[in-house]
């Protein structure tokens, strides 16, 4: 991971304006989901993390990823049934929502307004209020259905 002087002043106001004491290492972890294009649970920011500094924990990083949450920095889904697993993804990247090969495991982030679409005709319809919806849809890529593993 590269570090930019951009992001690092951008990732240090978002911390500050949240007010949460700005240290090293919550800076590390906001600026691993800021700069990740992959979906990323607990270790493997630990992990990435390491990397950079040595004395990261990944205590430290589940108790900064949960400040994080709460601070609306970051958001935390399960891309699975089982929910063993949660992953967890900078906010700054726009609704959208994920797909989940049952072949191969690869996760795709999808950006369509037929989601919108459904949430508005459902508010019109029954009155409801909506402030962001969470999908997950499950399936085969290209690839995999290609190959039969449906």
Do not use: W
């Not at 992001?7 to 911390?15: G, K, N």
């Not at 990397?51 to 970051?74: C, F, I, N, Q």
């Amino acid at each position: 991971m590269v570090v930019s002087m951009k992001t690092t002043t951008e990732t240090h106001e978002r911390l500050k304006a949240g007010g949460l004491r700005v240290t090293s290492q919550r800076l590390l972890v906001l600026q691993i989901l800021e700069e990740s294009r992959e979906h990323l649970d607990a270790k493997t920011i630990y992990v990435r993390g390491r990397e950079h500094d040595p004395d990261l924990s990944l205590a430290t990083v589940y108790r900064t990823l949960a400040k994080l949450k709460e601070m609306g920095l970051v958001e935390m889904c399960y891309l699975a049934r089982d929910r063993r697993r949660a992953y967890y993804e900078a906010t700054d990247k726009g609704e959208h929502y994920h797909f989940t090969c049952l072949g191969c495991g690869r996760i795709t982030e999808i950006r369509t307004s037929c989601i919108e679409q459904a949430c508005r005709e459902m508010a019109e319809k029954l009155g409801l209020v909506f402030t962001r919806a969470n999908v997950c849809l499950k399936g085969y890529c290209p690839a995999c259905a290609a190959r039969g593993e449906d």
